[in-house]
């Protein structure tokens, strides 16, 4: 276990555990309009005459597939990194004087294990959204790969979708909840 490796397991723990309220916040402000969408969108069908009448309920099932995928990456995200970062702190007493530099092959192998992360971020393969799989990449590298970093198992840029499709759902939702009321109480 190298530097890197520890430090960035204590940089995504922490951001994950500082995200943890901001994104269940997300995550309700969404489910919310979306879920009150849905249940409008199906009395509008139950009440149609015909194919059209189903519509608000196919697009409110739309808007709740990057809800309910952002919901489960999110809940296995906090399951990996629950474990990570929990290590007990220990502390001597006295002071501690270290006399000996660094070695050589210490500080050697930190700088391969930064050059190949850099060099791995280079590299752009992906169709769509490459520099986020490009990023991906980059960190599992400079992590120690997906055993020391189980974090970085899942497709970000899935994720990155769910995300900004769960930022839509939000004004949409209210949107769509909105006139599906108002058509409900037209007819």
């Given at each position: 276990m190298s530097a890197t490796n520890d430090a960035m397991n204590q940089i995504v723990v922490n951001v994950v555990r500082l995200a943890r309220r901001p994104g269940y916040l997300l995550l309700v402000g969404a489910a919310v309009p979306v879920g009150v969408f849905l249940l409008l969108g199906l009395l509008l069908g139950l009440d149609a005459r015909s194919w059209g009448g189903w519509v608000p309920f196919a697009l409110a099932l739309a808007l709740a597939v990057p809800v309910a995928l952002l919901t489960v990456r999110r809940e296995r995200l906090q399951r990996t990194t629950a474990d990570i970062g929990d290590g007990p702190?220990?502390?001597?007493?006295?002071?501690?004087?270290?006399?000996?530099?660094?070695?050589?092959?210490?500080?050697?192998?930190?700088?391969?294990?930064?050059?190949?992360?850099?060099?791995?971020?280079?590299?752009r393969t992906a169709r769509w959204l490459p520099r986020v799989e490009a990023t991906q990449r980059a960190l599992l590298r400079a992590a120690g790969g997906p055993v020391r970093a189980p974090y970085l198992r899942d497709d970000l840029r899935i994720t990155l979708a769910a995300f900004l499709g769960t930022v839509a759902a939000i004004p949409l939702g209210v949107l769509g909840s909105f006139m599906s009321a108002f058509a409900l109480l037209l007819s």
């Amino acid at each position: 276990m190298s530097a890197t490796n520890d430090a960035m397991n204590q940089i995504v723990v922490n951001v994950v555990r500082l995200a943890r309220r901001p994104g269940y916040l997300l995550l309700v402000g969404a489910a919310v309009p979306v879920g009150v969408f849905l249940l409008l969108g199906l009395l509008l069908g139950l009440d149609a005459r015909s194919w059209g009448g189903w519509v608000p309920f196919a697009l409110a099932l739309a808007l709740a597939v990057p809800v309910a995928l952002l919901t489960v990456r999110r809940e296995r995200l906090q399951r990996t990194t629950a474990d990570i970062g929990d290590g007990p702190v220990t502390t001597a007493g006295g002071v501690v004087v270290v006399t000996d530099a660094p070695t050589q092959a210490a500080l050697e192998e930190e700088l391969a294990t930064l050059t190949e992360a850099m060099d791995e971020g280079r590299v752009r393969t992906a169709r769509w959204l490459p520099r986020v799989e490009a990023t991906q990449r980059a960190l599992l590298r400079a992590a120690g790969g997906p055993v020391r970093a189980p974090y970085l198992r899942d497709d970000l840029r899935i994720t990155l979708a769910a995300f900004l499709g769960t930022v839509a759902a939000i004004p949409l939702g209210v949107l769509g909840s909105f006139m599906s009321a108002f058509a409900l109480l037209l007819s």
